[in-house]
Structures are given as C-alpha cells and as structure tokens.
C-alpha cells in the first residue's frame, strides 16, 4: 500500500476486518454478542484499536486464542501468541499467561492490590518503582537507555480516568465469587491492577491494555451472572456515561 496515495485507508480496512471478525467471534462463543458490542463502543476497544492498528490486530488475535487456556491446549494459545507477536512485539509477553490458570484468586486479593496500587499511584510512590522495574526489562531497559522520554511520566489532568477503572474493576471484584470462573475476568482484574500500576508510562501502559480490554468479556459476564437491578445499571449507565463525557 506504500506506493498508494490512500495507502493507510487501505491498511486501515483490512486491520479493522480482521479485528471486528475475530471480536466478533469471540463475542458469539461467548454468548454476549448484544452485550459485548455495546461494551466494544462504551469501554473505547474500537477507539483503540483504530488508533494503535498494530496493537489492536495483535489484541485481538490474543483475546480470541486466550479461550484456549480454558480448554487447557497451551500449543493452540501458543500460536496465537506468536501469531500476535508478528504483528506488534509486546504481545510474547502474554505467553506465560497460560499458566494462570494454576492459580486461585479471592475477591479480597483483587480488592487489596487494586486499592493498594491506587493508593501508591495517588501519593506518588509508583514512578521511581516502574521507571527502576523498565529499566532492567528485556527492550524494554534497551529503549529505555536510549529514548528515555518515552518512560518519563504523564502528567494527568484530573485523575478520573483511573478512578473510573479503579471503580468497574472493584465491583467486578467484590462480585467475583458470584460468577462462574471464567479466566478473561482475572485477565481484566490483572490488567486492571497493571494500569494503574504503569499509568502515565506510555509504552508500559499500552502492554497493559491486551489484559484490561478483556473487559469487554468480563462486563457482559458479571451482567448476567447477576439478578440485583442496580448493578446492571450500574454496569451500563457508568461506562456510557463515561464514554459520552469524554467524547
């Protein structure tokens, strides 16, 4: 497409077919379909993917072969993985990811490290702690040594972006147990907990977004996995409220 004048319209198609197919087909094995595109829109995943194209393909060819660590086939989720990797670099660090379905989580857990990480990030500890943990990560410490401005913080305008995710992760949190163990909530939970860890870091905070997008998944599944009326308004009404506001 280089050679064409509309050349990135072009790149722009096929990236966004491939990724709505796949989302797409994540959302109908699912079961969520209605559910998941009206979070696709309200949770900004289109946004995103439209605007990081290489990451958003990698992200969703991810999201899509996550299901396998489920089905307990490492060598299919392995593939996905390295699949995504040829189109953005970050994504092999998803690899080990199979292995959390090892581990057991309670709702306490999630609700401990997502307060704590908010609370550091609020009075300012997290900086010298991301910038020291970056700088010994492999590329990661490499770019670092040379473009060391892509590490230095973002100043943030009013905090509310991430009191926003802080608050759709705690009530997924604290509902935990009431859903049916399903690994794109811990993925979410996960992903949550390392934006807040990393934001403002740009590069460290975008390899944050193949877990936190699992939110797509994750908020269909608590709305239906729950009969209590105020919850599923509240999973409806905050993130279009939020995404109307900032639009």
Known sequence: FSNSTYGYIYVLFVSSVITVWLL??????????YLGVFFLFTLNLLIMI???????????????GFQYVEKKFFFKYSLFVILATTFH????????????RCFTFKPWMWIFLLLLVFFLHRIGL???????????????????????????????????????????????????NKMKRNYYVDL??????????????????????YLLYANVIALPLLYLST?????????????????????
């Open 188 to 209: 979410f939970l996960i992903g949550s907990i390392l934006n807040i860890f990393f934001v403002g870091f740009l590069l460290a905070e975008r390899v944050s977004f």
């Open 89 to 100: 670099y970050t994504a092999i660090l998803l690899l080990p990811l199979y292995f959390i």
């Open 126 to 176: 997290l900086s010298n702690i991301v910038v020291s943990v970056l700088e010994h990560t492999p590329i990661y410490g490499e770019i670092y040594q040379t473009k060391g401005v892509y590490f230095e913080a973002v100043q943030e305008s009013s905090g509310l972006g991430t009191l926003y995710k802080l608050i759709i992760a705690l009530v997924v949190a604290i509902s935990y």
């Open 24 to 33: 797409y087909k994540l959302l109908i094995k699912c079961n969520i379909l």
């Open 227 to 247: 009969k209590k009326k105020i919850i599923r308004l509240f999973i409806l009404v905050i993130p279009l409220t939020y995404f109307v506001v900032q639009s």
């Open 50 to 64: 439209n605007d990081q194209v290489r990451q958003g393909i990698a992200l969703s060819i991810f999201l899509y």
